[in-house]
């Protein structure tokens, strides 16, 4: 990165942080993951998208408190979740004992050299990234986070929408990865989750 770049992404960095410690700071689950059947329907249909085969490692970006965690250390055996609040990975660290966590910003966070997962999971992560005095610097991971998946690695995208506009916005996430190399194996609104009109767009795709 150019020290502009940097300076972009620290500040972006910053806002972030501060919105998301003031979200969990409110107290426990305040997106409600465990007591509603929008999130519990999201996540196990994640959890689902994922099973017939057992991962050596695993990466979840924006992992929040850990809730998807606590699944996918079922699933996998070693598993790194990255989240750039640390109110919540406090939570999150207690909620899925057996991963590593990690206090990071995903524009600017890389995992060390030559390492390289089996699975990759993104779920409501995304469009907090995409931000206008990011773009530069956004459009630029989905190659990076294609280049972390091994060969026949799989990348789970799980993003809430609301209308036909922010379903075309949540699509273009899968697009981009296509056009990074990935390939598309299915994608479809997830049965069950639906919340004041807000519905969620799962997207799985594979390395070649």
Request: net charge positive.
């Amino acid at each position: 990165m150019t020290f502009w770049s940097r300076l972009r992404v620290g500040w972006q960095a910053f806002k972030t942080r501060r919105k998301m410690n003031r979200q969990f700071g409110r107290g426990e689950d305040p997106f409600a993951y465990a007591t509603t059947s929008y999130e519990q329907a999201r996540l196990s249909a994640m959890e689902s998208s994922l099973l017939g085969r057992r991962y050596r490692s695993a990466l979840e970006a924006g992992c929040a408190e850990g809730h998807f965690t606590g699944r996918l250390v079922r699933i996998a055996e070693h598993v790194t979740a990255v989240d750039i609040s640390p109110v919540a990975l406090e939570r999150a660290r207690r909620r899925a004992p057996g991963a590593h966590f990690v206090e990071a910003d995903l524009l600017s966070w890389a995992p060390p050299a030559g390492t390289r997962y089996e699975a990759i999971v993104l779920g409501d992560v995304l469009y907090y990234l995409d931000r206008p005095g990011v773009a530069e610097e956004f459009g630029s991971l989905f190659a990076r986070v294609a280049s972390w998946l091994e060969p026949g690695g799989r990348l789970l995208l799980a993003h809430g929408f609301g209308g036909e506009r922010e379903l075309a916005h949540r699509r273009s996430f899968r697009e981009r990865f296509e056009a990074a190399g990935l390939r598309l194996t299915c994608e479809a609104p997830v049965a069950g989750a639906e919340r004041g009109g807000v519905r969620c767009l799962l997207s799985v795709l594979e390395s070649r």
